[in-house]
Nanobody, 114 residues
Framework: QVHLVESGGGLVQAGGSLRLSCSAS????????MSWYRQAPGKERELVAS????????NYAGSVKGRFTISRDNGKKMVYLQMNRLKPEDTAVYYC???????WGQGTQVTVSS
């Protein structure tokens, strides 16, 4: 059974940091690119960052570039999102997703207070 389970969300003040984790099981993690998406209330889900299956290639949305870092550990079947210098507009539910196996986690809430 496939599982993608996010953790690490919470409430933080603007300028603070959080590290999100996503644990994968039930599919070939090392053969999948991984991404973090987010969805704020009333807005569409958007891509935040992605990482290739080997970890050699990363991409970021312009709004988070230079503040967020995506990484992965294939041995542990984990993907991470280090979020620094958080802003209130980063408030959203954050999801991890695999590609080409199209699996989604249940999401973790990140709230940034001003």
């Amino acid at each position: 059974q496939v599982h993608l389970v996010e953790s690490g969300g919470g409430l933080v003040q603007a300028g603070g940091s959080l590290r999100l984790s996503c644990s994968a099981s039930g599919f070939s993690f090392s053969n999948n690119d991984m991404s973090w998406y987010r969805q704020a209330p009333g807005k569409e889900r958007e891509l935040v960052a992605s990482i290739s299956n080997t970890g050699s290639v990363t991409n970021y949305a312009g709004s988070v570039k230079g503040r967020f870092t995506i990484s992965r550990d294939n041995g542990k079947k984990m993907v991470y999102l280090q979020m620094n210098r958080l802003k209130p507009e980063d408030t959203a539910v954050y999801y991890c997703k695999s590609f080409p196996n199209d699996y989604w986690g249940q999401g973790t809430q990140v709230t940034v207070s001003s």
